[in-house]
């Protein structure tokens, strides 16, 4: 029996994928929250995690933290990540592979491809679905660095030039000049158009 943890934070989305990997007598599927997962040793108790890196919880200050911490913690002990990825979106597939991810299943994929990947990667193996190649592709090639990713992100949140600044303990100049280079990077028209461009990409 394979001890499945499903995190999702839409409740019909999870029950639903839940009750399609429950029928499946080889697992054992518990379904939670991003809140909930976090919480005493959920997490490390499977032997596989399936997370949507689509849906970080609600209020985190930066969307990339939730999956890193989540895999920081699985990576302590002996239980798998494995990610549900958007397809033409390769931000989320560097999250996911920054966070440890062992195996990669589109969302679009059946939930036979899905199952047969929980098994898996609860042997240890690596399982990527090919209808994600092109995005690990394009996860190599995201023009922002980290410190612009994390100012694109507070903007995304609806902080000012002038919140930034203080937050990230930066002169209003420097975040100035972050706006300028992320605007040019993304190609986008201004710092609003940056944030489209990055979230259809996937890398807010």
Known sequence: MIRVLLVHETPLLRSALAAAL?????LRVEATSWREASEGDRITRADVCVVDTDTPEPGAPDRHLPLLDLG?????GSTALLVLAATGRPGLVRRATEAG?????SKDAEPDRLAKAIRMTAEGHRYVDEALAPDFIGATTIPL??????????IADGCSPAEIADRL????????????AVTRKTGARNRVDAVRVSREAGWI
């Open 72 to 76: 920081r913690r699985l990576r302590a």
């Open 169 to 180: 303990h930066l002169s209003r100049g420097t975040v100035r000049n972050y706006v300028a």
């Open 101 to 105: 991810a062992l195996g990669y299943v």
């Open 145 to 154: 660095t980290p410190r612009e990713l994390h100012v694109l992100s507070l």
């Open 22 to 26: 429950g029928a499946d007598p080889e």
